[in-house]
């Protein structure tokens, strides 16, 4: 019946890409829980992988980590920790994060790439740092900064995500910026993951016995008992 309806290949394609989904939310749902993820620039990789969240106009492969833009906010910012160097497609800063991806847009006569069509910044807190008026005016000034060098102009969308694991009352809600196509939004680690598993069509809840879930959540353990051990040691080295 299975083959009567799928190839091995197109069930193979389909099924990699739930496991690869799946595995990507437990271990976002971890590290934002973790008090062992000592920074939040851990979890800036995952969100990269994870614009589908965000809504089915997110979905494109197409959108990207632009340094361009991350050197601006660089630049802007007037410096930052060292961790960056390690990862120069997003900008760390004390209180948390900042990475900027872009989907090209293409000129409708010639087909040839003329600048962003969308960009989509994601500001991630670090645990602590509450989300409030100060935290939704920041990244609007980093998307006029943007704009100022040219990578934003009237016809691009531009979507600013400031995630963290709590939000100052009365900030809640998306902010649009009058007459331009930019949408500012608090949100929560734990609404993010929520997004996540109802886009999943809450499959993780389904088939957590699969070996595969069992397998990812023992490598998130076993990882977590090892940043405790280096944790202990240090605390006894200081």
């Keep these: 019946d299975l083959l009567a309806s799928w190839t091995l290949s197109t069930a193979k394609r389909v099924l990699d890409e739930i496991k690869t989904r799946l595995k990507l939310i437990e271990e976002i749902r971890y590290k934002s829980l973790s008090k062992q993820t000592r920074e939040v620039q851990d979890l800036q990789p995952l969100f ?84 409030g008026q100060k935290e939704k005016t920041q990244a609007w000034e980093y998307i006029k900064e943007l704009m100022s060098k040219g990578y934003v102009t009237e016809t691009t969308e531009v979507t600013a995500f400031v995630i963290g694991d709590s939000i100052s009352p009365y900030e809640e809600g998306t902010h649009s910026v009058d007459g331009k196509a930019i949408r500012i939004t608090p949100m929560l680690f734990s609404t993010f993951v929520g997004q996540a598993e109802k886009r999943m069509l809450n499959l993780h809840k389904k088939i957590t016995e699969a070996p595969f879930m069992q397998d990812a959540l023992q490598s998130l353990l076993d990882e977590g008992k090892r940043d405790q051990g280096e944790l202990d040691i240090a605390a006894v080295a200081d």
């Design 48 to 131: 990269e992988r994870s614009l589908w969240v965000f809504g089915p106009q997110f979905e494109s492969i197409e959108y990207t980590s632009n340094m361009g833009m991350t050197t601006v906010i660089r630049n802007l910012m007037g410096g930052v920790e060292k961790g960056s160097l390690r990862r120069p497609d997003f900008v760390v800063l004390p209180e948390g994060s900042i990475g900027l991806y872009a989907r090209p847009k293409f000129d409708q006569e010639t087909g040839i790439e003329s600048g962003a069509g969308s960009i989509v910044v994601v500001e991630l807190k670090r645990p602590g740092v509450p989300i």
